[in-house]
């Protein structure tokens, strides 16, 4: 049974930092591709970033380009989100997901496996 257990949330002030970790069992990572996720409160499940099983190929959506950094530790099998420059609009719960395909539009309906999410909040 596929699980992913993410961590790594937090409270952090407006050009901070967080790293958000996606442990996963059940399977490799060169098995599924991985994505991350957001959800503010009040709006829909948006995507944030993916990396592909198979080359490790990335995508980022617009809103995080250039500060968000997604990687992986096949030893480890966690995926991570290193999150620099942190917004309050960063705010929300961030989940990861996989059985799904990355691809540039990062769409939630396309993966199939969630954790249960980790609250990033962004704030003085």
């Known amino acids: 049974q596929v699980q992913l257990v993410e961590s790594g949330g937090g409270l952090v002030q407006p050009g901070g930092s967080l790293r958000l970790s996606c442990a996963v069992s059940?399977?490799?990572?060169?098995?599924?591709?991985i994505g991350w996720f957001r959800q503010a409160p009040g709006k829909e499940r948006e995507g944030v970033s993916c990396i592909s099983a198979t080359d490790g190929s990335t995508n980022y959506a617009d809103s995080v380009k250039g500060r968000f950094t997604i990687s992986r530790d096949n030893a480890k099998n966690t995926v991570y989100l290193q999150m620099n420059n942190l917004k309050p609009e960063d705010t929300a719960v961030y989940y990861c997901?996989?059985?799904?395909?990355?691809?540039?539009?990062?769409?939630?309906?396309?993966?199939?496996?969630w954790g249960q999410g980790t609250q990033v909040t962004v704030s003085t």
């Open positions: 997901a996989t059985q799904g395909v990355c691809s540039g539009f990062i769409l939630p309906m396309a993966y199939t496996s």
């Open positions: 059940a399977f490799s990572l060169d098995r599924y591709d």
